[in-house]
């Protein structure tokens, strides 16, 4: 019994064995989303915190499985939590303003410093570690404004290929195209949740002034406030949600919003706003190809930000419209052209009061020849102009509609003949007082006014 037991007994239950460990790790395979990549035990403090984090979808939105919680140790017991999003099965883009400088280094190891976690339905969250930093952004990201890009493609230690991949557009953005951004908002120091936002882009806004063509190395969303965790998060193409227009960087600068609100001009409100990198100017690890070489490779500077935010406050032309449409309205009379002439008000340059002046005569044949003609009832609009900031932090100029006073007005036909000018005087028509003369209007108009 024994010598059976060693020949058949014993080769069989090593084989059921064999199999059904052969078929428990089979199991495993076949579920590609299932499994937890072990870190690299650096650090105790490091491992305990990241086997907290959690990464889910909120409520009914989609949830797209490209998108990963980005986990950064910061050093000193810190941590900094970002989005990224896969662009191939094992290489992932986030925002290089995300990593510590010491990590924007091309061929850098991350392994021991950053970690990402995917979402995945019925299963505690996916972790996968770093493996290297591809390439990352090496300007001054200190301030998004005059960051050229803010990109960093970072390999993973394992390959994701159930997952879906974004492709890089470097189509741009056109003023008050509606893009959606898939980010992850880390609500507290464990959880995340994937939420995705349509946030329109907005182009010469003096929150940026430097965007100001849909290919601009910046890009600048308006209506969505930014959030913990939403740097690295991919700006959607509207057309295509498969591809990638941008990578979110951050929010806008406190010092920024609060000059606005200091500065009175404000007339409904300020909207929220998030600054970004336009893949129509940003490198890529596909190529260096921009959409607009001129655009991509003008100055992003202090300097350039102060001559354009000047040039956008200056009153030299802000009210040109404006005047443009009164004087069309005012031509709607036969006699008399007139000019209109814009006086500070109580010195302040940005609140201009109108006044409405006499400038010359229209076609003469139009005037009777008498001693004196009268032009009964004409409104003389009251109007003031002011110097606005709206909502998108454009500035505007602004007509403040004061009503209008009726008037009658006296001109003189026969001095008109012999002397080539009038007086023009206009009276209360229920006093029958005259509030205002104007001497000497002339005949002859400027050519402008041919």
Not at 82 to 96: K, N
Not at 110 to 127: E, G, H, M, N, T
């Amino acid at each position: 019994m024994n010598k059976f037991l060693q020949k058949f007994i014993r080769p069989l239950f090593i084989s059921i064995v064999m199999m059904s460990a052969w078929s428990c790790g089979k199991k495993t395979q076949s579920n590609p989303e299932s499994f937890i990549e072990p870190l690299d035990p650096t650090s105790t403090e490091i491992e305990a915190y990241m086997s907290k984090q959690a990464l889910s979808c909120e409520g009914t939105q989609s949830c797209p499985n490209y998108i990963a919680k980005v986990v950064v140790n910061a050093g000193g017991g810190k941590f900094r939590h970002c989005t990224g999003f896969l662009i191939e099965d094992d290489i992932l883009v986030t925002s290089a303003s995300c990593l510590p400088p010491i990590l924007r280094l091309n061929g850098q190891d991350c392994s021991k410093d950053v970690f990402f976690f995917f979402a995945q339905p019925f299963y505690i969250s996916q972790r996968v570690g770093c493996r290297e930093v591809v390439q990352a952004s090496d300007s001054d990201l200190s301030d998004p404004k005059f960051a050229r890009d803010d990109v960093a493609f970072l390999r993973m230690k394992s390959p994701l290929r159930y997952r879906r991949q974004l492709r890089i557009s470097r189509d741009g953005m056109s003023d008050g195209e509606r893009v959606s951004i898939a980010a992850v908002e880390q609500v507290d120091e464990q959880n995340g949740f994937i939420r995705t936002l349509d946030c329109p882009a907005v182009l010469n806004s003096w929150v940026n002034p430097l965007v100001s063509n849909e290919s601009s190395p910046g890009v600048t969303l308006a209506g969505c406030a930014f959030k913990n965790g939403f740097s690295g998060a991919a700006i959607l193409d509207p057309r295509n949600k498969n591809k990638s227009l941008g990578v979110v960087s951050l929010g806008m600068d406190p010092r920024d919003r609060n000059d606005l609100l200091k500065s009175g001009l404000l007339n409904n409100g300020l909207q929220e706003f998030i600054h970004g990198s336009n893949f129509a100017c940003a490198p890529t690890i596909y190529d260096t190809d921009v959409a607009n070489e001129k655009e991509c490779g003008k100055e992003l500077s202090k300097v350039q930000l102060a001559k354009y935010r000047s040039a956008m406050f200056s009153t030299n032309g802000l009210f040109n419209g404006l005047k443009a449409k009164l004087s069309d309205s005012l031509e709607t009379n036969k006699f008399i052209h007139y000019s209109i002439k814009l006086t500070p008000q109580n010195g302040n340059a940005d609140v201009q009061d109108v006044e409405i002046t006499p400038k010359c005569f229209k076609d003469l044949t139009l005037i009777p020849n008498e001693k004196k003609f009268y032009i009964y009832h004409f409104m003389l609009p009251q109007r003031t102009f002011k110097k606005v900031v709206n909502d998108l932090a454009r500035v505007q100029g602004l007509e403040v509609d004061g009503g209008a006073i009726d008037f009658n007005i006296t001109l003189f036909p026969k001095d008109i003949l012999n002397n080539g000018f009038s007086s023009v005087l206009l009276w209360d028509p229920t006093s029958r007082l005259v509030v205002r003369s104007f001497y000497d209007v002339p005949t002859a108009c400027p050519a402008s006014l041919l």
